[in-house]
Structures are given as structure tokens and as C-alpha cells.
């Protein structure tokens, strides 16, 4: 059973160009997470979604970032006009139930940096 | 909003040593969850313990083990006959109750290296 799947793991984009970043869920999770981990700091959370919904979205920034989750394939997190200050740290995080969940599964992150 | 304070960014310990790290919390919360959770060098982040608030006794698992002080809102981690592969960084997390543990609250972590 293959756990939170996160690709690239490692990506460079000049500023201005767009970020698109992958998270895989565990099988039979419908519920995935975003946080950022800048360097030397904790992981703060960006967004929650459900299969085609945006459930909470309270740490996205209000520009330039977006998040999906359809109905078939991966989640993506999309950054548009990269600046170097985007460059960190991204966490997926999946889980089974939402609400009722008291464990996320993490995956191994892309590390993101902007040149 | 809550908040989670880890004031200690770096630790050391010698191998086969027992070493406690420190985390504090900020809530008008009454139930809710707290996590450690351990990030070696490939990422990963890896759930260690979980204690829940309403709770009394502390949360233990092999060779880990919290101090849960609910009114002092403090919720430090004990590692016991600390091993080689206990080197990574440590992060306090909080849930409340009725959300999901995807959506938490981190502490800034805890870098510890066990020396041999």
C-alpha cells in the first residue's frame, strides 16, 4: 500500500515562470492537505480539499497560488509567477474520513526553489 | 487561533541517553489533540505520539513519552535510550477536536542530534 505520493521532489523555476506541484493520496483517502514549510520554520497549512471541493482554503495567499483535487488523478498545487519568496518546502498530507480523522499521512514533500 | 511555541531550536544527546524536548501551547480550546512528530533528513514526516486533551494519562509509546500539563498548556516529549536514529527535527502540533488531523497547528520544531 503505496503511502502520500509527491512528485517532483526536488523543482527550479525561474521567477515568473509557474510551479505545479503532485500529491497522490494513500489509497482510499479522499481528503488532502497543503502546508509550507519555509526554512527553519514549522509546516503551516495553506489548504483542505475534498474530491472537487475546496473545503478550506484560509492559508492560501490570496494570489498567484490555487489548488485542485478532480475527480480522477492527483492533487495539484499551482503557483503562478514564482517569486524567490515562494521557494520552501511543500507537505501533502492525505486522510481517510476528514473531520473525524486524528492522523494525516505525510509525503515527502517538493522542495521548491525559485533562481 | 492557536498557537504552538517550541523554544528550544537545537538539542544534543549522547547516544543511549534519555533527552526532553519542550513544546507550549496557546488555546481557549478544552478538547483537542497534540502530536509530535519527527522529520529526519529525507522529509518524511513521521506521526511519533499522540495525546488527547481530555485525557489524563500521558500518551506513551516504546521508548517515547509525553508530560501532558493541561493547565500549563505545556506538552513536552521524553525520548528514552535516545538511538542514532532519533537524529532528526522534532515538531508539536495541536488539533482541535471536531476538525481533522490534516488541518493542525505546528510548532517551529526542534533540531536534536544524538552523538554516538
Known amino acids: 500500500n503505496a503511502g502520500v505520493m509527491q512528485n517532483p521532489r526536488h523543482l527550479v523555476r525561474r521567477r515568473g515562470q509557474e510551479a505545479r506541484l503532485r500529491c497522490s493520496p494513500m489509497k482510499g483517502h479522499s481528503h488532502v492537505y497543503w502546508y509550507r514549510q519555509l526554512p527553519e520554520e514549522g509546516l503551516k497549512f495553506m489548504v483542505y480539499?475534498?474530491?472537487?471541493?475546496?473545503?478550506?482554503e484560509s492559508g492560501m495567499p490570496k494570489e498567484r497560488f490555487s489548488a485542485e483535487f478532480p475527480k480522477e488523478g492527483p492533487s495539484i498545487l499551482r503557483i503562478q509567477q514564482v517569486v524567490r519568496g515562494d521557494s520552501a518546502a511543500y507537505f501533502c498530507a492525505s486522510s481517510p474520513r476528514g473531520p473525524r480523522d486524528t492522523e494525516a499521512f505525510f509525503g515527502q514533500g517538493t522542495r521548491l526553489t525559485v533562481v | 487561533a492557536q498557537t504552538v511555541t517550541q523554544s528550544q531550536p537545537e538539542m544534543s544527546v549522547q547516544e543511549a541517553e534519555t533527552v526532553t524536548l519542550s513544546c507550549t501551547y496557546d488555546t481557549s480550546e478544552n478538547n483537542y489533540y497534540l502530536f509530535w512528530y519527527k522529520q529526519p533528513p529525507s522529509r518524511q514526516m513521521i506521526l511519533v505520539i499522540r495525546q488527547e486533551a481530555y485525557k489524563q494519562q500521558n500518551a506513551t509509546e516504546n521508548r517515547f513519552s509525553v508530560n501532558f500539563q493541561k493547565a500549563a498548556k505545556s506538552f513536552s516529549l521524553k525520548i528514552s535510550d535516545s538511538q542514532l536514529g532519533d537524529t532528526a527535527m522534532y515538531f508539536c502540533a495541536f488539533m482541535k477536536l471536531n476538525t481533522n488531523a490534516g488541518k493542525s497547528t505546528f510548532g517551529d520544531g526542534t533540531t536534536l542530534t544524538v552523538k554516538p
Open positions: 480539499l475534498q474530491k472537487e471541493n475546496i473545503i478550506d
